[in-house]
């Protein structure tokens, strides 16, 4: 059983965690106004390009070679194929949808991860598990409103996006072990790769302030990357991943204060039931893990 952290780690951990998620906030908010001049890909070609700057130095320490051929590729293809589909499709759906929409759409990930566990890792999954699954997807079609006017092709990007974002995870623990610059560094070359055949089919030059916008995007969801890897080291994930749902606090907030977007009642509904659902089963998630381990010992 894992020792409890020093309280002073623990608030370290969850402020590391707080700090990460207004980070990936300011992100998206930056990644919606920019979209709306400069293409998907012309973005996610510069974002990419600046965290690969970022990244040059762990690469080199750690090897090319160890980052360029590592084992089971076909995996690390696929997956940095998801990574960089899923992030294409959030910046596609908030150029339509309020920002609090979208984030409130990715948040059911932990539900769709949970289905994938059964379907692709054969996880045994109980009826409690099910019940809140079941809830999410409640959540989810309240918040897409399927009878009124949310459920459009937006709607269905971002759910898309959602899909692919599960994916992510699921082959991520596919490839747990792996050194995380290998990681990190295939999902970059992904994303840098789509953007360098994409954009030139719809190129805006941009100013040199909005270039370093574009820039300031990489660098932020990196730092943002980085918090959340540090939240983690200080403190148990069972502490510091429920402050991850305060992206959708911020994304209301921010979207109301730079969007003048506010999100309509069923999606204040559909985020709560989402949510709820989501800590459900990342608790339960941890309940199982320690219950594993003493049965291990």
Not at 9 to 14: D, K, M, Q, S, Y
Not at 92 to 105: C, E, G, K, M, S
Not at 239 to 247: C, D, G
Request: hydrophobic residues 60%; contains cysteine; aromatic residues 14%.
């Amino acid at each position: 059983m894992t020792p409890p952290s020093p309280p002073d780690r623990t608030l370290a951990g969850i402020g590391f965690m707080l700090v990460a998620m207004f980070a990936f906030s300011l992100n998206d908010v930056m990644g919606k106004w920019l979209v709306a001049t400069y293409g998907v890909a012309q973005l996610l070609l510069i974002r990419s390009f600046a965290g690969a700057l970022m990244l040059a130095p762990a690469v080199y320490r750690t090897g090319w070679r160890v980052v360029a051929f590592p084992e089971r590729p076909w995996l690390h293809f696929l997956r940095a194929f998801c990574s960089t589909a899923e992030v294409a499709f959030f910046y596609w759906a908030v150029i339509y949808l309020p920002l609090a929409n979208a984030v409130a759409f990715y948040l059911a990930g932990p539900i769709f991860v949970t289905l994938m566990a059964v379907l692709f890792l054969k996880e045994q999954v109980g009826w409690r598990r099910w019940t809140a699954v079941s809830l999410g997807f409640v959540g989810v079609l309240i918040a897409v409103n399927p009878t009124g006017d949310g459920m459009g092709w937006p709607a269905l990007i971002a759910l898309a996006g959602t899909i692919l974002f599960a994916a992510l995870n699921i082959l991520t623990r596919k490839l747990a072990g792996t050194n995380e610059v290998t990681l990190v560094s295939w999902q970059v070359a992904s994303a840098l790769l789509f953007g360098l055949v994409v954009a030139p089919f719809r190129w805006v030059p941009p100013s040199l302030f909005d270039f370093l916008a574009l820039m300031l995007l990489g660098i932020v969801a990196n730092l943002a990357h980085m918090g959340v890897n540090r939240a983690l080291r200080y403190a148990p994930a069972a502490v510091v991943v429920p402050y991850q749902y305060t992206l959708i606090v911020w994304a209301v907030l921010l979207g109301w204060l730079f969007f003048g977007d506010w999100p309509a009642l069923h999606v204040f509904v559909g985020s709560a039931i989402i949510v709820a659902a989501g800590l459900y089963i990342f608790l339960r998630e941890q309940v199982r893990a320690r219950e594993k381990a003493r049965a291990e010992a």
